[in-house]
């Protein structure tokens, strides 16, 4: 009876332990039982309800203020990433709170941030000197390497959504962040010198989206679906609103993204599970993951994705499937 081969006598795997030590790899092996057809993300759907999330800032608020965390913020780890600070492969999100008369002090970095407003009206950030309410519904970008920090003046807890490109920007190693002398920077400038502004007013988005829902016909996958002028280099906004009795088409694109319901309730079918959100919950459907819409009484969604970059670097892809086939 032959002895079982030992590896040391298997020429191809004391080839491999050979080339290992020499920091080589065997491309034919790393790639053997991968579907390379298509992207692999390790994202998965995720939703945090907002009633959930909630009552955990509260507890946080109570045991650190804003000033000392420097940013008071639960990060929403899509649970793919095994504890990883990523939303989606390329995106960070976090609910910040800032409670009456905290300030989250003043510093810049190389990441874009977008805040969509979800709680309270009586925060106020300042970007490069100038300073800019921040209401619900509200849209504020901070720009790359723009100094920015946040008050609250008014009575009540301000709540927000942030996403960032951090890990996009991580993954360049170019995360840059400096600390400003100062706890606020002065103010400099009025809200309206800021070109281009970085407050788009939940208000003109919702006619811009109203308007196309008077002039268009819904789109089968996406309802009425209006994008923002680019927030900056990488990311896309949106603002969407699937009408009543949505019942969306299935689609999938190669950019995954993060949403705040902005009003209405409904679901988000993929072959992962499917997401029920409702107003103020946040949800992420990953890259190239097949989906559809469900909003029975109609639903508004803002969201956030890398499309800017990936049409810039001519890798963005998009498939439906409109006509009811499988
Ligand atoms: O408000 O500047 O959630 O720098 C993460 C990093 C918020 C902010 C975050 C940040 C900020």
Do not use: K
């Not at 999100?93 to 003043?106: D, K, M, R, W, Y």
């Not at 309270?120 to 849209?139: C, E, F, I, Q």
């Amino acid at each position: 009876m032959p002895r079982p081969m030992q590896r040391s006598e298997d020429p191809e795997a004391a080839f491999h332990a050979r080339i290992g030590a020499e920091n080589l790899g065997a491309l034919w092996v790393g790639r053997r039982g991968l579907d390379l057809t298509r992207p692999g993300t390790p994202a998965r759907p995720a939703v945090w309800r907002f009633d959930d999330v909630r009552p955990r800032l509260m507890e946080a608020g109570a045991l650190v203020s804003a000033e000392n965390a420097f940013r008071r913020v639960l990060v929403l780890q899509n649970p793919g990433f095994g504890g990883a600070m990523r939303a989606t492969q390329t995106l960070y999100a976090g609910i910040q709170l800032v409670l009456p008369g905290e300030i989250a002090p003043c510093h810049r970095h190389s990441q874009t941030a977008i805040r969509f407003v979800i709680e309270g009206s009586g925060a106020l950030t300042t970007v490069d000197g100038a300073a800019t309410a921040m209401r619900p519904g509200d849209m504020v970008v901070t720009p790359q390497w723009t100094w920015h920090d946040h008050r609250n003046e008014g009575g009540e807890p301000a709540i927000w959504l942030d996403i960032l490109d951090t890990p996009l920007i991580d993954a360049l190693d170019t995360v840059f962040r400096e600390t400003h002398r100062e706890t606020l920077q002065p103010l400099t400038r009025a809200e309206g010198d800021m070109r281009p502004a970085f407050n788009r007013r939940a208000a003109s988005a919702r006619d811009a989206l109203d308007r196309l829902a008077r002039e268009t016909r819904p789109d089968p996958c996406l309802g009425w679906r209006h994008r923002c002028d680019d927030p900056g280099p990488t990311m896309a906004a949106f603002l969407q609103r699937l009408p009543r009795g949505f019942d969306g088409a299935p689609r999938r694109a190669s950019d995954g993204a993060v949403y705040c319901v902005v009003e209405g309730a409904g679901a988000t079918e993929t072959g992962d599970g499917t997401l029920e959100w409702a107003a103020r919950d946040v949800f992420v459907v990953p890259g190239w993951c097949r989906h559809r819409h469900l909003a029975d009484n109609g639903a508004v969604l803002f969201s956030v994705s890398d499309l800017a970059l990936q049409e810039r670097l001519g890798l963005w892809r998009e498939q439906r499937w409109e006509g009811g086939e499988s």
